[in-house]
């Protein structure tokens, strides 16, 4: 056990605080630096700084000293049929060391097979057996890094017939066996829930709100399927949608203020845009906490 530094193990590290905070890029490394805006964190995506050093590092490295950091994982494949990539996981390992950030996180999904890599986050049936599977992968993931993961409900555009589980309780049990947390993407359940026609509400009680441990909020791009029923598209490339701020109220009147991040992926505006827009979350979470008696503020 190393005593090199004073700051926590990231085992140890402290919890994000309940506020709203941005995902970091690289185009407005520069503004955020000169200026140090008031926010309550930033999150990254992991694959983005597997490499050893270069401008992504070092304006990290500056951006750390000033801001708490969630670090989102896209490509560990927790739902996939074959082992982790333990050269992947390796790599994780050592940006975790790195920065210490104070969440960490990743999909319920799957992104590669055979050696092969997708590049995407697919769906999975709602099985026994993919249950006995990600929950290995989940514990795998957090003895390997020696602390407690997010695990993300994901958006989906298809079901799967073979599914003998429900999704809300799917995530119940990988949290009740594991120990994990859960990211509850607003955006991605109500993208899910206007795809297969459910009730939003009624999803968002059946998952395990007592695990949540950060939130997201992001856009989507409405289409239509091929009955000319809209299909909803979790794109990351607009602004949150009024349906999802509305859900986000009822979400957090059920867990109270939790870490709040607006992602942003694609069409990428001026910083002071998505600053705006965290504000917008920040009010919430203020008034939450204003209204709330400490015991039931997070």
């Known amino acids: 056990m190393t005593t090199m530094t004073a700051r926590p193990s990231p085992a140890q590290a402290a919890a994000l605080p309940a506020r709203a905070g941005l995902g970091l890029k690289p185009a407005h490394f520069g503004e955020i630096l000169a200026t140090l805006p008031e926010l309550g964190f930033f999150e990254v995506h992991a694959e983005n700084y597997m490499v050893p050093g270069g401008p992504f590092h070092h304006a ?45 996180s990743e999909h319920l999904a799957w992104s590669s097979h055979g050696g092969v890599f997708l590049n995407d986050l697919l769906p999975l049936p709602y099985t026994g057996e993919t249950l006995r599977r990600v929950c290995e992968h989940v514990d795998a993931v957090q003895e390997h890094l020696s602390r407690r993961m997010l695990l993300e409900n994901p958006a989906t555009y298809l079901e799967f017939a073979a599914s003998t589980w429900a999704e809300g309780d799917f995530i119940a049990e990988v949290v009740r066996r594991t120990g994990c947390g859960l990211l509850l993407d607003v955006n991605n359940l109500h993208v899910s829930c206007v795809n297969h026609g459910r009730d939003a509400l009624a999803c968002l009680d059946a998952l395990p709100l007592d695990a949540v441990g950060e939130i997201h909020l992001a856009g989507f791009a409405q289409q239509q399927d091929a009955a000319s029923a809209p299909l909803l598209i979790d794109n990351h490339g607009s602004p949150v949608a009024q349906a999802v701020w509305a859900l986000y109220d009822a979400a957090l009147q059920r867990v109270g203020a939790q870490p709040t991040l607006i992602e942003r992926d694609h069409d990428i505006p001026p910083f002071a845009v998505l600053l705006a827009e965290a504000k917008l979350a920040e009010r919430r979470l203020s008034a939450l906490r204003t209204a709330l008696p400490p015991e039931l503020v997070a």
């Open 60 to 104: 990290l490295t500056r951006i750390r000293e000033h801001y708490p950091l969630s670090l989102h994982g896209v490509g560990l494949s927790i739902g996939g049929t074959g082992p982790l990539d333990g050269a992947h996981l390796e790599r994780l390992a050592a940006l975790l060391l790195r920065y210490e950030p104070q969440s960490f």
